[in-house]
């Protein structure tokens, strides 16, 4: 007997990740934990819900879940398959046991690129994938973290004047350029401004 579930393999990045994720997801309000990204249950859903005929009364789904989804999502055929797009990008929906992969790739893509960049690009095929997704992700790339140097903050320690003319500030102003004359006899071309500390 053939099973067809698929089997999928993850790795010890890969749950890490969803498990940050997962406990982002927990930290928010209670209203927007189900739809701030659509996992696989709620694709079939939503699928099953745009493939029913015009005027069936939606049975097993409630009337402000088939409002939401004919309000958010069409249905595109993509080599004879029926795929869930969403309504303004005409994107495919981007499931969310699929986002590590398509991040991933978006990632190595755009060669490290910063959030933004791959922000971008993993919107430029899918639609329905979370900014804060991303940032998790990238929190998490092992190439970014090292490649960026940690800031090191310069110690100022104030120089303290123990006496007058102990401790000066000079600034000298060329003016050879345009010399500065008085009287006809005298010409200036230096500017010597001298500040005591002290005082």
């Known amino acids: 007997m053939e ?12 749950k890490i990740y969803y498990e940050k994720v ?3 997801i927990n930290s928010l309000d209670k209203k927007f934990r189900e ?3 659509i996992k696989q249950q709620g694709y079939d859903d939503i699928l099953k819900c745009l493939l029913l005929p015009k005027g069936s009364p939606p049975d097993a789904y409630s009337s402000t879940f088939v409002y939401w989804v004919k309000h958010k999502f069409i249905l595109i055929k993509i080599a004879g398959i029926d795929i869930v797009a969403c309504i303004k990008s005409k994107k495919p929906i981007c499931v969310y046991e699929a986002f590590y992969n398509v991040i991933n790739e978006a990632h190595a ?4 690129g910063g959030r933004e960049k791959t922000y971008f690009e993993s919107n430029s095929q899918y639609s329905w994938i979370p900014r804060f997704c991303v940032e998790i992700f990238l929190k998490q790339c092992l190439p970014c973290q090292t490649r960026k140097p940690l800031k090191q903050y310069v110690v100022s320690k104030p120089i303290i004047s123990l006496g007058v003319m102990t401790r000066l500030q000079i600034d000298l102003i060329d003016m050879r350029t345009r ?3 008085t009287s006809p006899d005298i010409t200036y071309s230096w500017i010597l401004n001298c500040i005591d500390h002290f005082s």
């Open 22 to 24: 997962d406990e982002y």
């Open 3 to 14: 099973s067809n579930s698929t089997i999928v393999q993850m790795n010890n990045d890969e």
């Open 179 to 181: 010399s500065y004359k």
């Open 35 to 37: 739809k701030c990204v």
């Open 109 to 112: 893509a755009v060669s490290h």
